[in-house]
């Protein structure tokens, strides 16, 4: 039987979370918005097959509230280290398969996830694989074998940052992988693809386009 897959969600304090986002929804406080689009992505990591773990790494206590009732690990995140920092925190002996993933894909399919662990699965030994944004320029998922070091390069430019320090880019065509959220644009692209129970619920009403 392969190895199952360890996945890191690291998510910010939600008052800090997702800036640009901030008023997206009119009417819907930024902290509950944010903490939706966590508890979408957690719940559609949990429900994909070959994942046994899901560590949170955060210090928002209702994140971790939320992140231990959707049956995940919760970690400490180091104290103003940065997102790679977190990602690196999560990953610290897992052995297995590990992946980071980013906690703002409120349209996650169970399905396309699957698919690009599958992906990294049946590509070159020894490389960690990487799924680059809808625009292409940042990442949303990165991934190791067993062996491997996660070394992540999350930021602007990520996804060249991630190519240039020898991950390898997946292209499977994962429309609801690839869309993140940072802006209200994207929330609306993401509505189209059909948003999770919790984020739909918060937007129901409030989105055009």
Request: proline share 10%; hydrophobic share 50%.
């Amino acid at each position: 039987m392969s190895q199952p897959w360890t996945v890191v969600v690291p998510v910010k304090r939600l008052t800090a979370a997702k800036s640009r986002l901030r008023g997206g929804v009119p009417g819907v406080p930024h902290e509950e918005l944010a903490l939706a689009l966590a508890a979408d992505t957690l719940d559609a990591v949990r429900a994909c097959p070959g994942v046994a773990e899901v560590r949170v790494v955060t210090d928002d206590p209702r994140v971790r509230a939320m992140a231990r009732l959707a049956g995940a690990r919760v970690l400490p995140d180091p104290p103003q280290a940065g997102l790679n920092a977190a990602f690196r925190q999560g990953a610290a002996g897992a052995g297995g398969w590990v992946a980071g993933l980013t906690a703002d894909l409120p349209a996650l399919r169970v399905a396309e996830l699957a698919a690009a662990l599958d992906a990294v699965r049946a590509g070159p030994a020894g490389v960690r694989r990487f799924v680059s944004d809808a625009p292409g320029t940042g990442t949303v998922l990165l991934a190791a074998p067993p062996g491997v070091p996660l070394d992540p390069r999350f930021g602007p430019d990520s996804a060249v940052a991630h190519a240039a320090s020898g991950a390898r880019p997946l292209a499977g065509d994962w429309p609801s992988l690839r869309r993140d959220v940072d802006t209200a644009d994207d929330l609306v692209a993401a509505a189209r693809l059909g948003l999770g129970p919790r984020t739909a619920a918060l937007a129901a009403g409030c989105l055009t386009g």
